[in-house]
Nanobody, 125 residues
Framework: QVQVVESGGGSVQAGGSLRLSCTAS????????MGWFRQAPGKERDFVAN??????????SYADSVKGRFTISRDATKNTVYLQMNTLNPEDTAVYYC????????????????WGQGTQVTVSS
């Protein structure tokens, strides 16, 4: 059974940093894109960042709203993906979800087959 587990969320003041981690177990995602999405109260789940698998060069892609502030990385040997979030602002407040099993430059929720339960990130002004 596949499990995807996020950690590292919390509360921080504007301008601060957090690092999210996500580990998937139950199968290998070495050949898959992994990503991060977020969902604020009353809003849809939005793409944040993704990273392609090693055979495709571990290329990264970001939403415009986080480009230059967030960095996604992965340890493919551990089925783990990270999201380093710097210069956080209150608009980044959301539940952050890890997604596994994507293909190519997947930015759509429907293109990922496996999801974590989410971790809350709260940024105060």
């Amino acid at each position: 059974q596949v499990q995807v587990v996020e950690s590292g969320g919390g509360s921080v003041q504007a301008g601060g940093s957090l690092r999210l981690s996500c580990t998937a177990s139950g199968r290998s995602f070495f050949l898959n894109t992994m990503g991060w999405f977020r969902q604020a109260p009353g809003k849809e789940r939005d793409f944040v960042a993704n990273i392609s698998p090693p055979p495709r060069g571990t290329t990264t892609s970001y939403a415009d709203s986080v480009k230059g502030r967030f960095t996604i990385s992965r340890d493919a040997t551990k089925n783990t993906v990270y999201l380093q979030m710097n210069t956080l602002n209150p608009e980044d407040t959301a539940v952050y979800y890890c997604a596994a099993g994507g293909f190519s430059a997947s930015r759509s929720v429907g293109e990922y087959g496996y999801w974590g339960q989410g971790t809350q990130v709260t940024v105060s002004s």
